[in-house]
């Protein structure tokens, strides 16, 4: 059931295996006018070079962009973690990046993000679990839980590798399990009962 006096602030994506085609499935159904900056880890090659902000750019409405350090969060806007750097979100709402060690055998590692966002927006966050083939993200889900924010699971039977859905599952009482294709629209409805001008945020 969705609270409708919760007033959401920010929206965080984990990702890991076949998270391209998930996140390009989340990313098109919202409009362009979505008001909350979303952030995503999607585990990627360490030396590779990221075109995910041109592929997921190609696929939303959204502007998709790589996150700078010392980067102010803005509104309405996706960003995604720096292959090879774990990204946090700080207390005043800005990026930063680390080169710390692999966490879940991971950098950028979701539940780095995840843990941190939660201290910096508390109750008033989103996170998301796409598919994905280890367990990164199971802690991050709990804290978030922990802190009172809201947690959307994809449902493992629809994830190209259901290794990260299930361990979030495990972790935590996840609010909601969702069919991929129904992730973006559920997540509209959610922000749309989230705030008073609900009107302007329809596809």
């Known amino acids: ?12 994506i984990g990702s890991s295996a076949g998270g391209i085609k998930a996140l390009t499935t989340v990313l098109s159904a919202l409009p362009h006018n979505f ?46 973690a720096p292959p090879n750097y774990h990204l946090l979100i700080e207390e005043d709402r800005s990026f930063s990046l680390s ?32 598919t994905g083939a280890n367990h990164d993200g199971n802690y991050g889900v709990k804290k978030i839980k922990q802190m009172g924010g809201y947690v959307i699971v994809q449902d493992p039977a629809t994830a190209e590798a259901n290794a990260m859905p299930l ?3 495990a972790a935590t009482t996840v609010d909601v399990i969702l069919p991929l294709t129904q992730i973006g629209p559920y997540l509209l409805q959610l922000v749309n009962r989230s705030t008073k001008d609900s009107h302007l945020f329809k596809s």
């Open 167 to 169: 361990a979030a599952i």
């Open 99 to 130: 080169i710390e060690g692999h966490v879940n055998f991971a950098r950028p590692s979701v539940d780095v993000l995840f843990e941190s966002a939660v201290y910096a927006y508390r109750d008033k966050l989103i996170g998301i679990i796409l």
């Open 1 to 12: 059931m969705i609270s409708a006096n919760k007033k959401f602030e920010a929206v965080v």
């Open 35 to 80: 008001p909350l900056p979303i952030t995503i880890v999607q585990h990627l090659h360490p030396q590779s070079d990221s075109y995910l902000a041109q592929i997921l750019g190609a696929k939303t409405r959204l502007m998709v962009k790589q996150a700078d350090e010392k980067e102010t969060i803005a509104r309405g806007v996706v960003y995604l």
